[in-house]
């Protein structure tokens, strides 16, 4: 069974900076797709980040390209996002996502099976 869990989620003001993590458990790390999405209330559910964990691949969503980054942490077994000059529009409650998959995988296209409780971000203006 595929575990993942959030953290990091917390109220800064704009410009600040976050990290969140997500510690996965139940799938091969190793080779899977490891995702960020967010959702504010009253919008859509939005994808943010991507990263193929076999090939450290990543990919961003326009509105947080330049801003945000991901890394990998293989030992970990854990994704972290970590997002810069924050504005008001980031308020989402964050989630991480995730599939086991082959190496080359899109993995922005994927339907992700596997979902985390979320973790809340607040930015203030």
């Known amino acids: 069974q595929v575990q993942l869990v959030e953290s990091g989620g917390a109220s800064v003001q704009a410009g600040g900076s976050l990290r969140l993590s997500c510690a996965a458990s139940g799938l091969t790390f190793s080779s899977a797709c490891m995702a960020w999405f967010r959702q504010a209330p009253g919008r859509e559910r939005e994808g943010v980040a991507y990263v193929n964990t076999r090939r450290s691949v990543a990919s961003f969503a326009d509105s947080v390209k330049d801003r945000f980054t991901v890394s990998q942490d293989n030992a970990k077994n854990t994704v972290y996002l970590y997002m810069n000059s924050l504005k008001p529009e980031d308020t989402a409650m964050y989630y991480c996502?995730?599939?086991?998959?082959?190496?080359?995988?899109?993995?922005?296209?994927?339907?992700?099976?596997?979902w985390g409780q979320g973790t809340q971000v607040t930015v203030s203006s």
């Open positions: 996502a995730a599939n086991d998959v082959l190496p080359f995988v899109n993995c922005q296209a994927l339907q992700y099976n596997n």
